[in-house]
């Protein structure tokens, strides 16, 4: 039996994190996978640190992904890449997007932002994609859509073929915002080409 | 059909098919979304019950009445519900009565990683242990044909990595079942020593018949695979053990775990040479195998605290560890979670802040974050409804130790209902005089935006009384010049407030009224205002910075703000002493 493929997503609560795997569950399942997610509501939510773990394969068992153990880590903000990426397995894959947001502690002065996040990810990680992730989804209109366009760029990295997106994205996202996501999820794909 | 759903989704969804009929509930992460998810199923009455007590005493009452019910709960709640509990064990039920405990080890969003598995012992009550989304469903339907089978209360424990894990689950239609028969009957429902006295020797044979049942049940299995080793497991635990582990080593995966399955344990112990059992937090399997005569290993080397994981148990039964290639020079700064942008409780701390002799009585909700930097104003916190009556405990010392200092408590609306008002009344009575500020968002804001007494809207929907804190406050007795309702986005307005609260010397109460920043028509009326810096008359001094806005950015020299996440709350341009800050755009009425 093959091991199932490790997805995890790292943000800032209130980025969009929980939609984008929902995303992407929804399609697994369709495809005909065994998955499984997981995802921290509550306290972590308000402006702190926030995973939301997919995994997928024949056969899943737990949802908590191993530390070494994740095929891809995709990073709503920059520094949280950072953060988890003792996470990620040989040869594993960045999708990070190229947005930074600085926690209080460091708006206050009692830490320092990290500086040359991108370079420094690239030099550790052979298999970093940065993404204008915000700044697509800006230009569409809506900076909230950041979320689809990294999915896009996340179904590119893995190539997750035969599977209907648009659909999928159309069932998920509120009636009025599917056009600007699918164009959001096309944007993300076409930038890791 | 197959779908794929949260925990909670598959709890409600096996309620639902187990024909239940009435709910009640609290909200506490990780609990909520079972309520929630409940109450749009046709048929079905689902409500918002003011506390855990309150709503098991709610099902409690449907359940003797003939209802299939259930309640739903954080790990704390329970205690909150423990006196009705404790006691229903003994009255038993009429129609099936589960009470569902959401329990969070690693604390993601609580105050304590207590293991409400011990409650069922305590209680003397069955309990299922599901540890994936399909078993969450057809626990929660065997749970009420076992409760009205045994005639017991039912709790079903579930976790965080389960209520908030998705998997795929199959649905079936709703069983239709009728409301029983209500017949008068004092000796079981009724509990006055002298039945409870009879009762007591039932529940104690109730126990032996579902140890019997237990030994049979469908929810407990035995995996053989190999005999060497043997994995005595249940919850989430089985789950990550099978990751690990795979079918290398044999497992007893128990689903139905109290009582306990006592001779599938020794049976399953005489199999395996070696046996480990594999739980989260507390030794409760461990310690009952103990019990029995049976060596085995546990807490020696699976931890009590925090979370379990799969690297936590590969480590710990097979010494290994996967290989994390990859480390950087640079260091993530630490990202605590803070109060959001716009939120309207960030006014009257930053107010607060300004008194350097306040000891904050903190409570439960998102307003906990007071205590961060930069505000920096809560003191306590330890559970729903304490901060009134503990504020009033520390008042009590701080006059008896003859200490400077001004007690202010902080709760928000939700949890005032909850159990603050109380807390209030013994202020009142003993005429203790802290100052009770009470943080009304219009909503329970930090379980993700329930409706509650004061909100004028019921959970399936309807419109429901609005209670008015203000005259609930009056009415209880806190004299009228003694309240002060404020908009907290107004900071002058607030700052008198606290200043003469903090001057008072009777019980005074600050009613802070503004919507969460998060809710839906919050969003709509302030989608097109926003707060701007001119960064030619910023002088950098960093008093916005100090509402620890985190919309507020001080990059490269420069103060700006982010106009993504600003709401325009103005906070900020009410604190800039240099006009720096301006207010753009218009609210949406």
């Known amino acids: 039996m093959n091991k199932p493929v490790s997805i995890l997503f790292v943000g800032v609560g209130g980025q969009g994190t929980i939609l984008a795997s929902k995303i992407l569950t929804e399609a697994l399942l369709e495809k005909g996978y065994d998955v499984k997610m997981t995802e921290v509501h509550g306290m972590a939510q308000r402006g702190g640190s926030v995973t939301t773990e997919v995994r997928f394969g024949e056969k899943v068992y737990s949802p908590l992904i191993e530390k070494g153990d994740a095929d891809v880590i995709v990073a709503f903000e920059k520094s949280e890449a950072v953060r988890y990426l003792s996470y990620l397995k040989k040869s594993g894959i960045i999708v990070a997007n190229d947005y930074e947001i600085y926690p209080v502690t460091v708006t206050i002065g009692e830490e320092k932002y990290p500086e040359n996040v991108d370079e420094n990810l690239q030099k550790t990680v052979p298999n970093t994609y940065i993404i204008k992730a915000a700044k697509l989804a800006e230009d569409l209109g809506n900076i909230k859509a950041q979320n689809v366009v990294l999915l896009g760029a996340l179904v590119s990295a893995l190539n997750l073929t035969g599977i209907h997106w648009e659909n999928v994205i159309e069932r998920l996202v509120p009636v009025k915002a599917a056009e600007l996501n699918k164009k959001a999820f096309k944007l993300g794909y076409e930038s890791l080409k | 059909m197959k779908k794929i759903m949260s925990g909670n989704e598959a709890i409600a969804r096996g309620a639902y098919e187990a024909g239940c009929h009435i709910a009640s509930a609290y909200p506490g992460t990780p609990s909520t979304e079972i309520l929630e998810n409940f109450a749009k199923y046709d048929g079905v009455y689902a409500e918002w019950a003011t506390n855990e007590k309150v709503a098991l005493e709610v099902v409690s009452g449907a359940s003797i009445g003939g209802a299939r019910s259930f309640t739903t709960m954080k790990h704390v709640g329970l205690n909150v519900a423990a006196d009705p509990l404790f006691t229903m064990a003994y009255e038993g039920v009429n129609g099936g009565l589960v009470v569902v405990t959401a329990d969070d080890p690693g604390m993601h969003s609580s105050q304590n990683e207590q293991d409400n598995r011990l409650y069922a012992p305590h209680a003397k009550i069955a309990m299922v242990e599901p540890s994936d989304s399909q078993e969450c469903k057809t626990f929660m339907k065997e749970a009420f044909k076992i409760s009205e089978e045994f005639d017991t209360v039912v709790l079903f424990r579930s976790t965080t990595r389960v209520s908030h894990s998705k998997s795929i689950v199959e649905l079936e239609d709703r069983i239709e079942v009728p409301i029983k028969e209500y017949t008068k009957n004092i000796k079981k429902y009724v509990m006055i020593p002298a039945h409870s006295k009879k009762k007591h020797y039932e529940v104690e044979e109730r126990l032996e018949k579902l140890r019997e049942y237990s030994n049979k049940s469908s929810l407990n299995k035995a995996e053989i695979n190999d ?53 989260e937090n507390e030794p409760y399997l461990e310690n009952a195998i103990k019990v029995m005569g049976i060596s085995c290993i546990g807490k020696e080397i699976i931890p009590i605290c925090n979370e379990l994981s799969p690297d936590i148990i590969r480590k710990a039964i097979l010494g290994t560890h996967i290989d994390t290639p990859y480390t950087i020079d640079i260091k993530a700064p630490n990202r605590p979670p803070v109060l959001c942008p716009g939120c309207p409780h960030r006014g009257i701390f930053y107010a607060v802040s300004k008194y350097k002799d306040v000891i904050a009585s903190g409570d439960i909700g998102c307003y906990t974050l007071g205590m961060m930097p930069p505000v920096s104003v809560t003191d306590t916190c330890i559970c729903m409804g304490a901060s009134i009556s503990a504020g009033l405990g520390m008042e009590k010392a701080r006059e008896l130790a003859d200490r400077e200092g001004r007690v202010f408590s902080f709760i928000g609306d939700s949890t005032f209902f909850h159990s603050g008002i109380t807390g209030l009344i013994d202020s009142i009575y003993n005429n203790i005089p802290i100052v009770t500020v009470i943080l009304d968002n219009r909503t329970t804001g930090m379980t993700g935006h329930q409706e509650n007494p004061g909100t004028g809207k019921t959970l399936q929907g309807k419109a429901a ?19 002060r309702l404020v908009d907290p986005y ?56 100090k509402t620890g806005c985190p919309a507020i950015n001080f990059k490269d020299n420069i103060v700006s703000i982010d106009e993504n996440m600003c709401n325009g709350c103005s906070l900020c341009f009410q604190v800039c002493k240099f006009e720096a800050i301006s207010k753009e755009g218009e609210l949406n009425e």
Request: proline share 3%; hydrophobic share 40%; net charge positive.
């Open chain 2, 227 to 279: 005999s060497k080793v043997g994995v005595v497991t249940s919850g989430i635990s089985y789950q990550y053990a099978k990751e690990v582990l795979g079918d290398k080593v044999s497992y007893l995966k128990i689903g139905f775990s109290f009582p306990l399955p006592d001779k599938m344990i020794r049976d399953f112990s005489k199999k395996v040479d070696k046996l480990y059992v594999i739980e």
């Open chain 2, 465 to 483: 009384p609005a209670i008015d804190i203000e005259k609930v406050v009056l009415s209880l007795g806190i004299k009228k010049e003694n309240i």
């Open chain 2, 490 to 545: 107004n900071l002058e307005e607030t700052n008198k407030a606290v200043k003469e609260a903090h001057q008072a010397e009777e019980p005074f109460v600050i009613i802070a009224k503004q919507e969460c920043a998060l809710l839906k028509s919050a969003r709509a009326k302030r989608a097109k205002t926003r707060c701007v810096i001119d960064a030619e008359k910023c002088k950098k001094c960093k008093a916005c910075l």
